[in-house]
T-cell receptor, first 114, second 112 residues
């Protein structure tokens, strides 16, 4: 499978715990995006990388959230001290830069904070 | 007010019907318009994209953009039960290197 992959697909955690999600983009894609989607809503942009550089962060990304893409390949999204409001689907997308680039989405990681 | 407004539905139509899905937007900077399909518990899948006002057709799907009215539509002809999904309109001010602003999605059900 050469699409975007995310791991884990599901995560249940207790409030206050830290969680980390991983995204593996399509191999030749230099851009990687993280979005969050809550029930009944469309995805909301969180942050974006071009290669290993984090170029944009949303105001939604509080200090408890951190994302990395250390070698310009896979990315991790960490949430510290999780809160119940963090329960959502976390989606990763990747693209190859250029005119009319298409963002290809992974299957998402569904987080439930109890 | 959200930058992109989309009727959440649900919308239920019989198989074979023509489906019309719509979004309005407020940001005149949007230049790149997309429709994504999302099946339950899956990530969004790009159906169509367009840059300009007018129509773009791909098989049973037609995307329509009216920039003067800030209104976009997706038409599905000869709808099939496999088209049952949530349809998300999306837009961006640029055609590359940009976050996408999504509508809230319309849940569509095609009755056999």
């Amino acid at each position: 499978d050469t699409g975007v992959s995310q791991d884990p697909r599901h995560k249940i955690t207790k409030r206050g715990q830290n969680v980390t999600f991983r995204c593996d983009p399509i191999s030749e894609h230099n851009r990687l995006y993280w979005y969050r989607q809550t029930l009944g809503q469309g995805p909301e942009f969180l942050t974006y990388f071009q290669n290993e550089a984090q170029l944009e962060k949303s105001r939604l990304l509080s200090d408890r959230f951190s994302a990395e893409r250390p070698k310009g390949s896979f990315s991790t999204l960490e949430i510290q001290r999780t809160e119940q409001g963090d329960s959502a689907m976390y989606l990763c997308a990747s693209s190859f830069g250029g005119q009319g680039e298409t963002q290809y989405f992974g299957p998402g990681t569904r987080l439930l904070v109890l | 007010q959200k930058e992109v407004e989309q009727d959440p539905g649900p919308l239920s139509v019989p198989e074979g019907a023509i489906v019309s899905l719509n979004c309005t937007y407020s940001n005149s900077a949007f230049q790149y318009f997309m429709w994504y399909r999302q099946y339950s518990r899956k990530g969004p899948e790009l159906l169509m994209y367009t840059y300009s006002s007018g129509n773009k057709e791909d098989g049973r799907f037609t995307a329509q953009v009216d920039k003067s009215s800030k209104y976009i539509s997706l038409f599905i002809r000869d709808s099939q039960p496999s088209d049952s999904a949530t349809y998300l309109c999306a837009m961006s001010p640029y055609s590359s290197a940009s976050k996408i602003i999504f509508g809230s999605g319309t849940r569509l059900s095609i009755r056999p």
